[in-house]
């Protein structure tokens, strides 16, 4: 399931200063698992991971994918089938592009598209805590294939 992103990941070395900052370390386990995501690439499922790192346990996999969710280290993705994946982050907030065909998931943001948030939070009284947008269509190169 893994595919390659337009985008790159943050270095092993970069991934422990932001756990540290968040006052967690690298352990053993983490960092066997962060080095299987980097060698996963684009994007991957718990089970790859999981797959990929048989000496960690199932319970470490989804508790780690989930402490580096809410770190900003990974992003989760829902592709166009439902299906969720996980791939590292390239840095500050953004949102998905994922094509259709090939499954290559590139990032994206927006400035337009926060003004709208806060503009539906004004006009509605949400405060607006979260949000995701996925964006589906076919990549460049499927486009090229005539995909």
Known sequence: ?????SETTESTESIERTLASGGF????????????????????????????????????????????????????????????????????HHHHLVCSECGVVSDFSSGDLEGLLDDIARRTGYQVDAHRLEVYGLCPACRALGA
């Open 1 to 5: 399931m893994a595919t390659q992103s």
């Open 25 to 92: 370390r690298l352990t053993g386990p983490r960092r066997a698992l962060v080095e299987v995501m980097q060698a996963l690439g684009g994007r991957f499922s718990a089970d790859d991971v999981v797959e990929a790192a048989p000496g960690v346990g199932r319970a470490t996999v989804f508790r780690t994918l989930r402490l580096l969710q809410d770190l900003g280290i990974v992003c989760q993705v829902v592709l166009d089938d439902g299906a969720v994946a996980y791939r590292l982050a390239s840095g500050g």
